[in-house]
């Protein structure tokens, strides 16, 4: 780079600082909502937490960014030098920004704004037509942004590329296709098989004897407490205010042993990979997950590859039966094991096994698609979840609630985002069996506590690039080549073959 583009760069390496912390402030604003903030705030809260990103998306859209990125365009497109990076990053952020013209983003804050409470109102009164109304708009605003966005062939695509760039409909519909013929299957012969018993997980647990227990797990496994903080929360989270501050939150219920510790082991697979990435990329738009679906594999990785496998327990089994004595003291490893590992459909996305979760990612991605093709009109929602359910699971919800009404993502306006928890499912497996291949004796390691090798793994070939690279180029260097079900599909069998006898 010569002088006077090295001025451009540091000039654009400001802009992009500033928003940086603008954001990454109201982030803080809102990681303390959800954790200390008194309920009197609230209206405050979402005011400052407005303020400050309209600042941040202002100063980020304005004419001066678009000089210095013309001024500066002509870079390497594959390359991961700082520079070449941040450039290509921050020009693909900056046209999808200026393609939206400030009345549809005030719109679509506006709507989405009003139909979070809409929806937190319907959602507790069971009452599906009051979201209805907001929820048709929210369709509308989709579709304009992804005709503002532009795209080859669907009006999905452009709403896809803001979670899972390089990724598109036509992609995912395949790769749900192949999974969707082996999976029915499966799950259709577990059903038959009888179920484990787990009913003691569901005896009484001392919630801050759980939550040391946890708290203990994450430093071994990695963690970084001098770089990061987990707090409770209604719903477990994790959030990034720079390499060097990433908060995660879980939820303890005394009533349910595990769900708690995976929550948090998901959480710190989250943030463990914010906590890895390369320094030098610190308050830039480079340091953050490279897609949705990467983010989700690192924390699926530690949830289930590592957190659910016989070896982890192994390892912590007997602590965890020391400090519950009196519920656990009977239960062998064996049993425990396929307790936290029974399969068993259930309407509820959050509440899914492993091997159903996918099944509820399929059903939302099918009613999106029709949706933003126009081919499916809010009001049959509610009749359409029930019947697909039905097909997928062969289990009905008693109730919207249970049904259509259990996320909030619609009503923030996210159609396009439900996909990247099963992307994210499917390539954890890839890059979990890429790890055992690097690291032969890795479940030997796993049941000796020592998580060292599986981290370092990570932070080379993941971690540390930040967004410097892609989705696709990552997998590519470790696979040779994109994302495919059948990893996954063949570490679903083999590890509950065990449990449930042959699968198809
Ligand atoms: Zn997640």
């Known amino acids: 780079m010569d002088s006077k583009c090295q001025a451009y760069f540091t000039e654009l390496l400001g802009i992009v600082k500033t928003v940086g912390d603008l954001q990454s402030t109201a982030s803080l604003l809102e990681w303390d909502q959800e954790t200390y903030m008194p309920k009197g ?209 879980t939820r303890v219920n005394e009533r349910n042993l595990v769900s708690g510790l995976f929550s948090s082991l998901h959480e710190a697979g989250h943030g463990m990979y914010e906590q890895g990435i390369d320094a030098e990329l610190d308050g830039t738009l480079l340091a953050q997950g490279t897609s949705l679906g990467i983010h989700e594999s690192q924390s699926r990785l530690w949830e289930n590859q590592v957190g659910r496998s016989f070896p982890f327990w192994t390892c912590y089994y007997r602590d965890l039966q020391q400090r519950f004595k009196s519920q656990l003291g009977n239960v062998s490893l064996n049993d425990f094991y396929h307790s936290i590992n029974r399969v068993h459909p259930s309407p509820v996305r959050v509440d899914a096994d492993e091997v159903t979760y996918n099944l509820h990612i399929m059903l939302r991605f099918e009613i999106e698609m029709r949706l933003i093709e126009q081919k499916l009109s809010v009001r049959e929602l509610p009749e359409l979840w029930m019947d697909t359910m039905q097909d997928y699971l062969g289990i009905q919800p008693e109730n919207d609630t249970q049904g259509v009404l259990q996320d909030i993502h619609w009503a923030l306006g996210a159609i396009g985002y439900f996909p990247t928890y099963a992307i994210g499912n499917l390539m954890s497996a890839q890059i979990f069996s890429c790890a055992q291949n690097a690291i032969p004796d890795l479940h030997d390691q796993i049941a000796m506590g020592k998580f060292h090798p599986l981290r370092q793994w990570l932070q080379v070939n993941i971690f540390q690039w930040g967004r410097k690279m892609s989705a696709t180029q990552i997998l590519e260097r470790l696979t040779g080549g994109g994302i495919t079900a059948s990893p996954w599909l063949e570490y679903i069998r083999k590890k509950y073959s065990v449990i449930y006898g042959t699968l198809p």
């Open 41 to 249: 705030a609230m209206d405050s809260r979402s005011r400052q937490v407005s303020t400050l990103s309209s600042l941040a998306h202002e100063i980020f859209i304005r004419d001066r960014t678009g000089e210095l990125l013309e001024m500066l365009s002509g870079t390497d497109g594959e390359s991961v030098g700082f520079q070449e990076s941040l450039i290509r990053v921050t020009q693909r952020d900056f046209s999808r920004a200026r393609k939206l013209s400030p009345e549809l983003v005030g719109c679509i804050a506006e709507t989405t704004s009003k139909a979070k409470s809409t929806w937190i109102h319907a959602y507790n009164e069971n009452d599906f037509g009051n979201f209805a109304d907001d929820l048709e708009k929210i369709v509308d605003l989709c579709l304009q942004k992804a005709e503002a966005i532009g795209y080859e062939e669907h009006p999905y695509d452009a709403l896809l590329d803001e979670y899972e760039p390089d990724m598109t409909s036509a992609q995912v519909t395949s790769l749900f296709e192949d999974l969707r013929a082996s999976l029915i299957p499966m799950v259709q012969a577990i059903q038959e098989s009888s179920s484990p018993k787990h009913e003691y997980l569901h005896l009484s647990y001392d919630g801050d004897i759980q939550w040391d227990f946890g708290m203990e797990i994450l430093r071994d496994i990695g963690f970084d407490f001098q770089r990061g903080r987990q707090d409770m929360s209604a719903h477990p989270f994790s959030t990034s205010f720079s390499v060097n501050d990433v908060r995660i939150t």
